[in-house]
């Protein structure tokens, strides 16, 4: 079965910093492209960052570029996202899904909450 | 970016009646690979995201028969042939053609009536 268990989100004041991490079993992670989604509350999804399979390509929103690093540890089985700069804007609950030639599972998602 | 532009944003419905949500694209999804990566989501309240179709009418693992996906180039639909009380929540169409970004559709909430 695949998982996917997101962690590391929490109240930050404005500036401040967060890692979430996603932890993956059920699924060969080192071949498969992963992304990071994102919901405010009562708003719809918004794409966030996506990395490829080895970790060597790697793309942004516009809303994140410069402040969001995405990366993955494949001999864990786990993506991340350092998050800098964090902003008010940035308040939602971030979500892990899977590329399968288009986006299949979803984790569970971490709240971020940036607020002073 | 393609802008992906769905309607109507709020549909009740009564119960084992037909549902349609209208999904459309700013540019056609047909990739140079054949494919058009056209895919729609189901959010139920307080839940995580959930596949239900993919490449416009490929229906998941465990969804039941009355979802089904049409379309091509740049108009797609979902339909719900009866709508049934686990059906309320959000849906969602992405593209995952011309990317980044990846783009969603502004997201349909269907209710009962």
């Known amino acids: 079965e695949v998982q996917l268990v997101e962690s590391g989100g929490g109240l930050v004041q404005p500036g401040g910093s967060l890692r979430l991490s996603c932890a993956t079993s059920g699924f060969s992670f080192s071949v498969y492209w992963m992304q990071w989604v994102r919901q405010a509350p009562g708003k719809g999804l918004v794409w966030v960052s996506h990395i490829n399979s080895d970790g060597s390509s790697t793309t942004y929103a516009d809303s994140v570029k410069g402040r969001f690093t995405i990366s993955r540890d494949n001999a864990k089985n786990t993506l991340y996202l350092q998050m800098n700069s964090l902003r008010a804007e940035d308040t939602a609950m971030y979500y892990c899904v899977r590329d399968n030639f288009g986006v299949d599972y979803w984790g569970r998602g971490t709240q971020v909450t940036v607020s002073s | 970016d393609v802008v992906m532009t769905q309607s109507p944003l709020s549909l009740p419905v009564t119960l084992g009646q037909p549902a349609s949500i209208s999904c459309r694209s700013s540019q056609s999804l047909v990739h140079s690979d054949g494919n058009t990566y056209l895919t729609w989501f189901q959010q139920r309240p307080g839940q995580s995201p959930r596949r239900l179709i993919y490449?416009?009418?490929n229906r998941d693992s465990g969804v039941p028969d009355r979802f089904s996906g049409s379309g091509s180039g740049t108009d797609f639909t979902l339909k719900i042939s009866r709508v049934e009380a686990e059906d309320v929540g959000v849906y969602y169409c992405?593209?995952?053609?011309?990317?980044?970004?990846?783009?969603f559709g502004q997201g349909t909430k269907v209710e009962i009536k």
């Open positions: 490449k416009v009418s």
């Open positions: 992405m593209q995952g053609t011309h990317w980044p970004p990846w783009t």
